[in-house]
């Protein structure tokens, strides 16, 4: 018996493999290129015979192949009975697709888990591994110290793609936000605005801006004490951003394109709301008109 199976020796594959065993873990591999795997044979690693016998050597089997389909067919055509083992897969899904996956795993007694990596197969190989994790809560808490060994690993739900979802969510912001953060980068270096400020102050404001909206949207705190201001006053200052921009010689497309989305939701009536509503106001409005 290993500790755990990985099934797929590509790129991430073998990155787990590695950090896996050089955390003491005792791994069994299977990879449909029979000499990929074997190259990682050592020591801690053994490899299986066939995918059936990988599936059944461990508590848990990561499977991380190139897509979801490829990580379904293989676990069916095994046709071997899990008895209870988790069985994770890497491959991105969306919640149709995870459904799919499960159904496929727990119709053979298995668990199954989402395992997202929104990290590279390089970042996992130096242990910086970050695992989202959805799907089988047991399943998660009985192997989570194996994930906690090779990086950072959460929890996020029980729905199968949740950790995909999730994902999408947490990183939506950070675009935007990293394209303004250079631009003001380029002003202050334009504009001999000392970096030593800049750097401390723009982590300090956008720390706090992050905390106090999310206080405020959750309901944690009074929405009066929050960042107050409505959908209309938004576009206009989105619209004098813009300008301050060209003014200076830089793409203002962002600012544009945030006026026009505060802009629609004025159009269609929400100008006097609070501008927190407006992804909400987006969704309202366009909903109708695909159907
Ligand atoms: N690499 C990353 O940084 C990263 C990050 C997050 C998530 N992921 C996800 O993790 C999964 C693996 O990524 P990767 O970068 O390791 O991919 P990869 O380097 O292209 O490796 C693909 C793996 O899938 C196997 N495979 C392909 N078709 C197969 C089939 N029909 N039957 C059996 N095995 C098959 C390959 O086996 P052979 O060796 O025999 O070709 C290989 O082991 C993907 O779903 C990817 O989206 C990757």
Known sequence: MSDVTVIGSGAMGSALVEVLAASGAEVMVWNRTGTKAEALSGPRVRV????ADALTSSPLTIVSVSDHEVAKTLVEAAGVGLGGRAVASTSPVDPDQ???LNTVVTAAGGHYLDLAIPRSDGQVRAG???????GDRAAYDANRELFDRV???????????AAYVGGLAVVLAYLP????LLQGLHICRQHDVPLEWFEPTALDFYSFQIRSLLDQVTGRIDPSAGDEGSVDAMAEWAAELAVSLRAMGLD??????????FAAASHA???????????????????PSRQ
């Open 98 to 100: 995870a459904k799919s």
């Open 128 to 134: 910086a591994g970050v695992f989202l994790v959805s």
């Open 177 to 180: 936000m990293a394209v303004g």
């Open 252 to 261: 203002a497309g962002m600012f544009d394109a945030l006026r026009r989305l």
């Open 151 to 161: 990086g950072a690993a959460t929890y996020v739900d029980a729905a199968p793609g």
């Open 269 to 287: 009536g929400h100008g006097g709301a609070d501008w927190t509503s407006i992804a909400e106001i987006q969704l309202l409005d366009v909903t």
């Open 48 to 51: 299986a015979r066939s995918v």
